[in-house]
């Protein structure tokens, strides 16, 4: 288990960029935590001077630069504090809490496939940067519902020697689910088998994926998607049910990153 120390400080948004009509990023001069920080590790973010909304909000990891120390977050609007977030502009203050979880554990030239379903390609993006300086062969499939959802192609497919983008209906890229891609290029190519696939997104794609990988023997990490409002555990908000159908692990303290079998997905 990778464990980082974390710090707490109050940072500019230095850029924002809308992506497409519903993700946008935030960029932060925060050296502190891009010094110690790994790809799948969150960050808790809330405005510095305003009371609403009361609790930080999880953001992964999307991608920082280690010598100028900034970092990034890819958000989605979904509810009320990423719509929040999405009005702020360059120069406004942030509190940023981080990083938190613990990430991946990779290994230098262990080939690697990466499985993104929506706004979770963000921590992959961070990884895949860092896998791709390592020299790791990458293999990187993003899945969106559809074309008015697909971003960040240019930060990935100049990384991976194979990228692929699906969408559930077919307006963009391959038509059909990104874990439906997954099985069909691991049985066109069996040396992919030996490949570690890391993976994020909705739930019901991470189970998909712990399918596939019971039935080929396939090593596997998921990042798990959960609202973690402490992020230390004390809320037990985000708890997940282990595999062994008898204890409860918390997404923010025990991930978000577990290994293949670690959780139950249900059925």
Partial sequence: ???????ILESELIEKEWLNSSYYRLRFLAPEIVSVCQPGQF?????????????????SIFRCHSKEGWLEFLVKVIGKGTKLFSQAEPGASFDLLGPLGHGFEYQKNQPAILVGGGIGIAPLVFLAEVLHQQKT????????????????INEVKQLARLFIVTT????????GLVTDRLLAILQAEPDLKRSVIYACGPTPMLRAISVICNQLNLAA????????A????????????????????LVCVDGPVFHEREIDFGS
Avoid: W
């Fill in 137 to 152: 062969e990458l293999v990187f499939l993003q899945g969106f519902r559809t074309a008015a959802e697909i971003c960040c």
């Fill in 221 to 228: 990490q998921f990042s798990l998607e959960a609202y973690m």
């Fill in 43 to 59: 960050v808790n973010v809330r405005f510095s001077h305003f009371s609403e909304p009361l609790l930080r909000r999880p953001l």
């Fill in 1 to 7: 288990m990778i464990k980082t120390k974390r710090v």
């Fill in 168 to 175: 559930d209906d077919g307006s963009y890229g391959l038509r």
């Fill in 230 to 249: 402490c992020g230390f555990g004390a809320c037990v908000g985000c708890a997940v049910p282990a595999s062994n159908h008898s204890e409860y692990r």
